[in-house]
C-alpha cells in the first residue's frame, strides 16, 4: 500500500518514498513534534497482521533502540495508525556498502577504516544480547560524512519467513532453522545449527574479503552451490584477486571465515582490536600502505589477544601517533611522546611547573593519594610531603595550589580543602574548604576556584567574586593567559561527568565553546590564548583530545586507544595527557555465604539498591557498555546472569519488587521513569521543569522521593505521588542527598546529618553522630541507623547508631579483595538488616602519564 506525499502516521507527515523491499516500504517523513526529518517503514501486510510476528519485532525494535550506538541505524519510534503498523529509525544521506563496491574493491586503507566501524556497531550489540544473523553489504549504509551505519539489526529475527531473491530468512534461533543471506552465512547457519555473535564475524568476514577483493568470498551457481562452498570451500587467496593487501588484513579475514566457531575470533571486540591494531601501527613491509603485519594467528589464540589489549595501554599510545593519527591536526611535525610513570595504579592530576622540565602530579601507587614530582628521562619519581592532596596549579614563583583531603558528595563530585604549599617542600597553609578545582592567576597573586557553598557550585574567579553559579558542577577550570577569562568544563548533571566547555569572564559573562560531550575530563589553555584544550569522548567512543576556538569552533587534535585525560600545556605547547584503562565494578556477601563474589556485569557497574534478603541487586550501567543514557541490570546475588530492564540511571526497587525507578538522563531537564521488572511497558513519573537528581521509593511504594533543582535555584527533596501531581519540598533549597534514606515508616529522612519530616517541620540533629560517621541505611524498627567508618585507605568498619542515646555498636569490618594495584577503597555500600549480606562498589585503573611534544 503507497502512502501518497501529506499523508499521516500518527505525528508523522509522509514527505516521498524512498524505496521497498520485502520489510516493506520506506518513506522520507517529517516528525512533527520534533521538527526532524526521519524514516518511516511501513511493515508489509503480513507481517502487520500477525500479532505473535509484531509483538516480536517490536521487542527487537526496542532492544535496538536501547543501543544508542553511532554505528548502528537509532530506531526512534515504533507504532500503528489504522491499521498501518510503522517503525521509524533516523534519515541517513548516502549510500550503501553494495553500492559502494559497484564500481569495484574498496582502497585498502578505506575499507580497515570502514570495518572497524561496523566491528564496534555489532560489538556493541552483541554487549547487549543481540545477533545480527544477516550481515551483508546491503545492510550496511555509509553517510556522506564517512560514518558506517549498520542496518536491521534484530529486524531479520522478526521478519517471519520471508524470501527475496538470493535470500533464505526465517524466523528463530533454534536448531534446524535456517536464516541469513546466501553468501554471508556462516556454516552453522547453513547447517540449521543454533548461533551466537560468532556467526556475525563470520559473515563480517565474508563482507571484509568483499571489500577488499570486489569478489564474494563464496559463490556458486546456485544457492545449493554457494552453501556447500561456505561448508568446505576457503576463499581464492588475496593475492590472486587483490595484491595490493598485506599479509596482516588475509589473517584477519581468513580467522573470521574459519568453519568452526571456536576457531574464529572469541567476539568482536576481540577482532575490533586487531583491526584497530592495523589501523594505528606501522610496517616497513607494507610503509606504502601504513599498515602493519600482524603474527600469525594461531587457532584458539584468546590469550594473545588479551595481551595485546594490555599493552595497548602502554604501547599503542605512542604508535598512533607515529604511524599516522586519526586527528584533525594540521602540522605534519611528528609527536614526541616520553613516558613518565612506570607503576600501577591511577593518577588524578598532573601539572607542568614554570621551568616546563619539572612535572608534579597526583597518585595512588600504593592505594593511598600522594603528591609526586619527575623530570623527563627519569623512570623514578620523588614523593613530596602532601599525603591525600591533588595538584591544581603551580603558580609562576612555584608555588602550588592543592587540594587535600576530598570528601564524596556524589559520583565524581569530591571536594577538599584548597591550599598553598611550596614546591621544594614545607608546611601548606589552608586557604578555603571545599573546593572542587582551582588554578592561579598568571602574577600568582590569587585562585580562581570551583567551590562547593550552601548545596551549588559555583565560580569564583579570584576567591570572593562569583562569576557563575550552576545545579550541575564546575571541573578543570584554568585561567587564560592574560588573566581575563576562565575556562572551564560544565557539567549538567550533578556528579556526572557529562558536559561541555565553556569560558567566563570577570564580569559573569558565559560563553559556551563545545556541544555536549558524553565525558569530559581534563583541560588547559593553548599557549595563543585562542583555543581552549579538553579531553572528552563523543557517543560510544574513547575520550578524546579536543580543541575549541573563542568562536566555537571545534576540531579534534587526536585520539588513541584508551581514555585521555588532559594535565597540562606548557607555555613552549608540550602537553601533560594522562592515558587511563579503568572500570569500576561491584563485589558481594550474599546471605549464608562465607567468600566474597565479583558481582560485576559490563565495564562500569554501579550497586544501587539491594533487597533485604541480600538475594536481588540493583546494577546502573554507566560505562561504554550501559550506553550514553547508562542503562538498568536486575542480578542475583548467587552470580547468576544480569538481567536488562532497560535504558536510564537505576535509583530504586520498589517495596513489592516489581518497579525500578530511574534517572532518564536525555533530554534535559532529567526525569524519571519506572521500569518493570517484569512483562510490561515503562512509565513515565516525572515531566516537570525540575532537573531530577535522585530518587526513592516510599515504604507503602505509591510516592516517591528525590532531590532535585529547579533552573538558577538549588537543590532541595521533594515528595511526589507515582500516579502524578505536583512535587512538593520536603526540605529547604539547599539541602539535598544522593541517599534519600526513608525511615521505615515513612515520617522522616536522613539528609546531611539530619532528621527531616516528610510532612515539613523544623529538622532534627542526629545528636552524638560521629563526623566520621556516613549513614548507610536505617534499622528496620526506625530507632537507628547503619553507619560505616573508613578505616584505612581500603577498610570499612559498618556500626549500629541508636538514635535515642547515641551508642555506636560496631557489626563487621568489610575489606576489599583481591588487593590489586589500582583498586581503589569502598565506594557504594549496601548492606541488608544486621550486615549479614553486603554488596559494595570498587574502581580499578591503571594510568600512565606523558610529556607530549609537537602536538599542534
Not at 541469513?180 to 556462516?186: A, K, L
Not at 599510545?317 to 602540522?331: D, F, L, N, V
Request: aromatic residues 6%; hydrophobic residues 40%.
Amino acid at each position: 500500500m503507497a502512502l501518497p506525499a501529506g499523508a499521516r502516521l500518527g505525528p508523522y507527515q509522509i514527505l516521498a518514498p524512498i524505496g521497498a523491499g520485502g520489510m516493506g516500504e520506506v518513506y522520507k517523513a517529517r516528525d512533527t513534534k520534533l521538527n526532524r526529518d526521519v524514516a518511516i517503514k511501513v511493515l508489509p501486510e503480513t507481517l502487520a497482521q500477525d500479532p505473535g510476528a509484531l509483538a516480536r519485532f517490536e521487542r527487537e525494535a526496542q532492544a535496538v533502540a536501547a543501543l544508542s550506538h553511532p554505528n548502528i541505524l537509532a530506531i526512534h519510534d515504533f507504532g500503528s495508525d489504522a491499521g498501518v503498523s510503522y517503525a521509524v529509525t533516523e534519515l541517513l544521506d548516502g549510500e550503501t556498502l553494495r553500492a559502494r563496491m559497484a564500481a569495484g574493491p574498496l582502497p585498502v586503507r578505506k575499507a580497515v577504516e570502514y570495518g572497524v566501524q561496523i566491528v564496534r556497531g555489532i560489538a556493541a550489540a552483541h554487549q547487549k544480547g543481540i545477533v545480527h544473523r544477516d550481515l551483508k553489504p546491503e545492510n550496511i549504509f555509509l553517510t556522506k560524512e564517512g560514518q558506517v551505519k549498520v542496518l536491521d539489526f534484530g529486524l531479520a529475527k522478526a521478519a517471519g519467513a520471508t524470501t527475496t531473491p538470493g535470500e533464505t530468512q526465517l524466523a528463530g534461533t533454534q536448531p534446524g532453522t535456517v536464516m541469513g543471506t546466501v553468501g554471508y552465512m556462516s556454516p552453522e547457519q547453513v547447517r540449521g545449527l543454533a548461533v551466537d555473535q560468532r556467526t556475525d564475524i563470520f559473515s563480517f568476514g565474508a563482507v571484509f574479503y568483499e571489500m577488499l577483493t570486489g569478489r564474494r568470498a563464496f559463490r556458486g551457481d546456485s544457492h545449493v552451490e554457494t552453501m556447500n562452498a561456505i561448508l568446505k570451500d576457503d576463499p581464492p587467496e588475496f593475492g590472486e584477486m587483490a595484491s595490493g593487501v598485506p599479509a596482516s588484513l588475509d589473517r584477519i579475514v581468513r580467522r573470521c571465515l574459519e568453519k568452526q566457531p571456536d576457531e574464529r575470533f572469541h567476539s568482536a571486540h576481540d577482532l575490533g582490536l586487531a583491526l584497530e591494531t592495523v589501523s594505528t601501527s606501522s610496517s616497513s613491509s607494507s610503509a606504502s600502505l601504513g599498515i602493519p603485519a600482524l603474527p600469525a594467528p594461531a587457532r584458539r589464540r584468546r590469550s594473545v589477544v588479551l595481551i595485546l589489549g594490555a599493552v595497548v595501554a602502554t604501547a599503542l599510545i605512542a604508535a598512533a601517533y607515529i604511524a599516522g593519527r586519526q586527528s584533525g591536526a594540521t602540522s605534519t611535525e611528528t609527536p614526541v611522546f616520553a613516558r613518565l610513570t612506570f607503576r600501577r595504579g591511577p593518577i588524578f592530576s598532573a601539572k607542568l611547573a614554570p621551568d616546563g622540565n619539572t612535572i608534579v602530579y597526583s597518585a595512588a601507587w600504593e592505594g593511598t593519594r600522594e603528591l609526586f614530582s619527575t623530570r623527563p628521562g627519569s623512570p623514578e619519581s620523588l614523593l613530596l610531603p602532601f599525603a591525600h592532596a591533588d595538584v591544581e596549579s603551580i603558580s609562576s614563583a612555584g608555588e602550588l595550589a592543592i587540594i587535600m583531603n576530598r570528601r564524596l558528595l556524589t559520583a565524581y563530585a569530591q571536594v577538599g580543602t584548597l591550599a598553598r604549599a611550596p614546591l621544594s617542600g614545607g608546611a601548606s597553609r589552608a586557604i578555603l574548604e571545599d573546593v572542587q578545582d582551582a588554578d592561579w592567576l598568571p602574577d600568582g597573586s590569587t585562585l580562581a576556584v570551583s567551590h562547593f557553598t550552601n548545596g551549588r557550585y559555583q565560580l569564583e574567579f579570584p576567591i570572593g567574586n562569583v562569576v557563575y553559579t550552576t545545579g550541575g558542577w564546575i571541573t578543570h577550570l584554568r585561567v587564560s593567559p592574560d588573566g581575563r577569562m576562565v575556562a572551564f568544563l560544565d557539567h549538567p548533571i550533578f556528579g556526572d561527568d557529562r558536559g561541555s566547555a565553556a569560558v567566563v569572564d570577570r564580569a559573569g559573562k558565559k560563553r559556551t565553546l563545545s556541544g555536549e560531550y558524553e565525558s569530559t575530563q581534563g583541560l588547559a589553555w593553548a599557549p595563543s590564548g585562542n583555543e581552549v584544550w579538553f579531553t572528552g569522548s563523543e557517543r560510544g567512543s574513547a575520550r578524546a583530545l579536543q580543541a575549541a576556538t573563542l568562536a566555537g569552533g571545534i576540531r579534534t587534535v587526536d585520539r588513541t586507544p584508551g581514555n585521555l585525560m588532559l594535565g597540562d600545556i606548557g607555555k613552549d605547547g608540550a602537553l601533560l595527557l594522562v592515558h587511563d584503562n579503568g572500570r569500576r565494578g561491584i563485589i558481594g556477601l550474599g546471605v549464608g555465604e562465607t567468600r566474597e563474589r565479583d558481582l560485576s556485569w559490563l565495564d562500569w557497574s554501579q550497586p544501587l539498591a539491594l533487597t533485604d534478603d541480600g538475594k536481588t541487586l540493583l546494577i546502573s550501567e554507566q560505562g561504554d557498555g550501559g550506553g550514553p543514557g547508562y542503562s538498568v541490570y536486575l542480578r542475583k546475588t548467587d552470580g547468576s546472569p544480569a538481567v536488562r530492564l532497560g535504558g536510564g540511571d537505576a535509583q530504586a526497587l520498589s517495596p513489592d519488587g516489581q518497579w525500578v525507578l530511574a534517572q532518564r538522563l536525555n533530554p534535559a531537564p532529567a526525569q524519571l521513569i519506572l521500569l518493570p521488572t517484569g512483562a510490561g511497558d515503562a512509565k513515565t513519573v516525572t515531566n516537570d521543569a525540575l532537573t531530577h537528581l535522585a530518587g526513592r521509593f516510599m515504604p507503602d511504594g505509591k510516592r516517591i522521593v528525590f532531590a532535585g533543582f529547579a533552573t538558577g535555584r538549588q537543590p532541595r527533596v521533594y515528595i511526589q505521588d507515582l500516579e502524578g501531581g505536583t512535587a512538593k519540598p520536603v526540605t529547604p533549597e539547599g539541602v539535598a542527598t544522593s541517599l534519600l534514606l526513608v525511615s521505615p515508616d515513612g515520617s522522616q529522612i536522613v539528609a546531611q546529618r539530619k532528621l527531616y519530616p516528610i510532612a515539613g517541620g523544623d529538622p532534627l540533629p542526629i545528636a552524638g553522630l560521629d563526623p566520621l560517621d556516613s549513614v548507610v541505611r536505617w534499622t528496620t524498627d526506625g530507632r537507628g541507623l547503619y553507619v560505616r567508618r573508613t578505616l584505612d585507605s581500603r577498610s570499612v568498619e559498618i556500626a549500629r547508631f541508636d538514635l535515642a542515646t547515641g551508642k555506636r555498636t560496631p557489626l563487621r569490618q568489610i575489606t576489599p579483595l583481591p588487593e590489586a594495584a589500582g583498586m581503589g577503597g569502598i565506594g557504594q555500600l549496601l548492606i541488608t538488616p544486621e550486615a549479614t549480606s553486603y554488596v559494595y562498589g570498587y574502581g580499578i585503573t591503571m594510568s600512565d602519564l606523558y610529556l607530549v611534544k609537537g602536538l599542534r
